[in-house]
């Protein structure tokens, strides 16, 4: 089942997924896939650790790194990146800090236990990303570099074609595509309304065909509500060269997430989740909960934009995780995931999710076939 992307990648099934575990990047190329790392929430050191772990133990198969790469504002470039820190922090209202902070004591999340490991920018900002960049390509099994937010700069998509991978990027809406495809950007991943994390207001069987008529011979990868063979089939059916997927690759086997985590989406339906600017203070998708509610009722804070918003609740991010089984913990956790959601509802390992993910594949073609005259 090899597109044209699948071959240029040297892949034999066009089935892309992102995840922020390393062992489920390793499962899925090894079972024909190509798994990408979510790097966005790793220091360079750490995503050096994880690179080494992935290039270990993955054989002679090859992966891709999800990176948020920002455009450089006029003088942020140059700035330090503790100045820069230091400068946005001081945009941000004590209110918001005070209310985060209620949200989570109210819900019984316990304090991070050491008071001087402060949270800071992580990834999202240009100097870290770039670090992020140079880790990735001095890893010769790395072979695909994608940027969640944004076209990534010219000189970064430079560097990366020079190096002789592919680079490519996310979007929801037309008007992104072609700017991806003006900057010569190697795939585009089309992601619409329905998927997990950052996304925008179109639905996947509308933003697909258009994405893909846009941008002619630029290979577009169908994102957002893929949650069976059969809407992989779909996705193919309407021209894309592969599926990149998210959601399903949460509650895997091979997925690092407490049980209490796993369990809260199996509990979930497809109307439990919503797009909150509540995290990341850009639309993003997660479980619905006592969290989103808060900062989407009148008369409390307003979500910031990205990144202050992202100043507010780095905390609360990494404390949720670690206490999610503590307390109502759940009810104010940071859970992106799409509207598949509703699919999941047990643990597969990878391979068994591929395998079921092809066999729907090739039934839903049947039928579909089955149907044309004799
Ligand atoms: C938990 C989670 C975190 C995500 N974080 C990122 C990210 O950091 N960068 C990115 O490019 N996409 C991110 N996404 C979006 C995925 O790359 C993918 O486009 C999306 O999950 C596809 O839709 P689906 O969830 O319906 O499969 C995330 C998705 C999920 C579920």
């Not at 790793?42 to 999800?66: A, N, R, S």
């Amino acid at each position: 089942m090899q597109t044209e992307l699948c071959k240029k990648l040297g892949i034999d099934l066009p089935i892309f997924a992102f995840t922020h575990c390393r062992d489920v990047v390793v499962e899925v190329s090894k079972a024909g896939g190509i798994g990408v790392l979510g790097a966005v929430g790793f220091t360079p050191e750490q995503l050096k650790q994880e690179l080494d772990w992935i290039d270990d133990h993955i054989g002679d198969h090859i992966y891709g790194v999800d990176i948020v790469i920002p455009q450089k504002y006029e003088g942020m470039g140059e700035m330090d990146p503790a100045k820069l820190e230091e400068m946005l922090q001081a945009m941000v209202p004590q209110e918001h800090h005070d209310f985060a902070a209620k949200l989570l004591a109210d819900h019984g999340v316990p304090e991070w236990p050491d008071k001087d490991d402060k949270m800071g920018l992580l990834g999202w900002n240009e100097a870290i990303a770039t670090l992020l960049v140079d880790e990735s390509l001095k890893r010769p099994k790395c072979r695909l570099i994608a940027n969640a937010l944004g076209t990534p700069p010219a000189d970064i998509i430079k560097r990366i074609q020079d190096s002789g991978r592919l680079v490519g990027a996310l979007c929801g809406k037309v008007k992104q595509a072609k700017q991806h495809k003006n900057a010569g950007l190697d795939f585009i991943i089309a992601q619409g309304t329905e998927g997990g994390g950052h996304t925008g207001e179109v639905g996947s069987m509308v933003l697909w065909p258009q994405i893909i008529d846009a941008v002619g011979d630029t290979p577009v990868l169908a994102a957002g509500g893929i949650g069976s063979g059969r809407a992989m089939l779909a996705a193919m059916a309407l021209g894309a060269q592969g599926v990149w997927t998210g959601s399903l690759w949460l509650a895997v086997e091979e997925a690092e997430a407490e049980p209490a985590q796993k369990q809260s989406y199996f509990d979930a339906t497809e109307e439990d989740t919503v797009r909150s600017r509540s995290w990341t203070g850009k639309p993003c998708r997660m479980l619905k909960n006592d969290w989103t509610e808060a900062w989407a009722t009148e008369g409390n804070p307003e979500p910031l934009g990205m990144p202050l918003q992202g100043l507010v609740t780095a905390d609360a991010i990494r404390r949720t995780h670690k206490y999610a089984a503590v307390g109502e913990c759940q009810k104010v956790a940071f859970n992106p995931v799409g509207q598949v959601v509703g699919q999941i509802n047990e643990v597969e390992s990878c391979r068994d999710l591929i395998f079921r993910l092809l066999n729907e594949y090739v039934e839903a073609l049947e039928k579909v076939n089955a149907l044309m005259p004799e």
